[in-house]
T-cell receptor, first 117, second 113 residues
Framework: DTGVSQDPRHKITKRGQNVTFRCDPI?????LYWYRQTLGQGPEFLTY????????KSRLLSDRFSAERPKGSFSTLEIQRTEQGDSAMYLC???????????????FGPGTRLLVL | KNQVEQSPQSLIILEGKNCTLQ??????????LRWYKQDTGRGPVSLTI?????NTKSNGRYTATLDADTKQSSLHITASQLSDSASYIC????????????FGAGTRLFVKA
């Protein structure tokens, strides 16, 4: 297993267009996270799944954003009617549910860099 | 308000020197603290993870400390190398029923030859 993969690595789109990103987590990782990161900042949480269930969504995830993980494996993040403010790096991470009392390590993908013109 | 603050914002050191990065947090109730290294244009990579009962953890030339009483952590890099040039991000998670993980803005480290 080569780790978390994301596709595409780069995306340039015009304002108003829809875009979809894909994340393939590490095999057998039941948790999957989406983050957004802008230049010079740490990642900001968007949403996370445990298996196929979307358990939490950030207030940052407006109604133009939707994420799915239909079979509990790969996930997609779609942004509708993109705006220039959506330009950022979109990171995916996966992990396994930690044992009680232990910490959870998230393994990140390389990210998808989105530029909205 | 749950926050993670890192200092300095950026740091320039000479190859071979040591450095220490700081992380202060107010996340509560505390669950664990992680340090990640992020190279430019790539996803973060985990360096260390510490829970409440751990106060130091090493990973090669990286040593993280945690003081849960003062809510401070540090990441010490020994004998820096050019490849250490990256952003170092402190991440703190709370032990709540919901998801609560707060990322710091990172410290940008530049190692010069």
């Amino acid at each position: 297993d080569t780790g978390v993969s994301q596709d595409p690595r780069h995306k340039i789109t015009k304002r108003g267009q829809n875009v979809t990103f894909r994340c393939d987590p590490i095999s057998e990782h039941n948790r999957l996270y989406w983050y957004r990161q802008t230049l010079g900042q740490g990642p900001e949480f968007l949403t996370y799944f445990q298996n196929e269930a979307q358990l939490e969504k950030s207030r940052l995830l407006s109604d133009r954003f939707s994420a799915e993980r239909p079979k509990g494996s790969f996930s997609t993040l779609e942004i509708q009617r993109t705006e220039q403010g959506d330009s950022a790096m979109y990171l995916c991470a996966s992990s396994v549910t930690p044992l009680s009392g232990s910490g959870e390590t998230q393994y990140f993908g390389p990210g998808t860099r989105l530029l909205v013109l | 308000k749950n926050q993670v603050e890192q200092s300095p914002q950026s740091l320039i050191i000479l190859e071979g020197k040591n450095c220490t990065l700081q992380c202060n947090y107010t996340v509560s109730p505390f669950s664990n603290l992680r340090w990640y290294k992020q190279d430019t244009g790539r996803g973060p990579v985990s360096l260390t993870i510490m829970t409440f009962s751990e106060n130091t953890k090493s990973n090669g030339r990286y040593t993280a400390t945690l003081d849960a009483d003062t809510k401070q952590s540090s990441l010490h890099i020994t004998a820096s190398q050019l490849s250490d040039s990256a952003s170092y991000i402190c991440v703190v998670s709370a032990s709540t029923g919901g998801f609560k993980t707060i990322f710091g803005a990172g410290t940008r480290l530049f190692v010069k030859a």
